[in-house]
C-alpha cells in the first residue's frame, strides 16, 4: 500500500512538473504594462527601434511601424522577446493579429508573438495638431522559460504635428 501511494506521489508531482515546463511561466503572458524590468533582469540592455516612425505627422493619417528589439544575446528556446507600447495621442492598431493585441490602450505581443523581436502595428495620428509621445519597453528574451538573464530596453518618442 506504501508503495502505490509514493508511485502514485510521483506520478502526480512528475505530471505537475510536465505542465509548469510546458507552460512556462509568465514570460510569455503579454501583460500589457511598462513593468518588464520588474521581473525581466540581465546584465546589459536591449536596443529599441521603431521603422516608420514619421518625424512630423499629418492629422488623422495611419503610419505602419515596425518595432524590434535588438540584442546580441540568443534565445535559446519558443519566447524571443515581448513589448509593450502606447502613445499620448492617436491610436495604436494591431495590423498583425496573430503577433500584437492590443489591450487599455497598449499595444502589446501575444503569447505567439513572444516568439519573435520585430512586430508591425499601425499608428493613426489624432485629428488634432498636438505633440505626440510614444512610450515603449521591449525584452529580449533567452528562452530559458525565466526571467533571469533577459535584457530589458526603453525608449521615448517624441512627434509633432505637420504643417
Known sequence: ?????????????FG??????STGNSSN???PNFECIQCHEGSGSAEIGIKGLPKKYIPNK??????????DMQSSGDNAGGFAIEASAGELKAIDKKNTQASDGILTHTKEGSALRKWTF???????????DITVMAVAANGDFS???DMVGADGYSIMPGK
Do not use: D, E, R
Open 62 to 71: 495611419t503610419y505602419k511601424m515596425t518595432l524590434s528589439v535588438v540584442s
Open 147 to 149: 526571467t533571469a538573464g
Open 16 to 21: 505537475i512538473t510536465a505542465f509548469v515546463v
Open 1 to 13: 500500500m506504501a508503495i502505490k501511494k509514493i508511485v502514485l506521489f510521483l506520478v502526480i508531482a
Open 122 to 132: 499601425g499608428w493613426k495620428a489624432p485629428a488634432q495638431k498636438i505633440p505626440v
Open 29 to 31: 503572458n503579454s501583460a
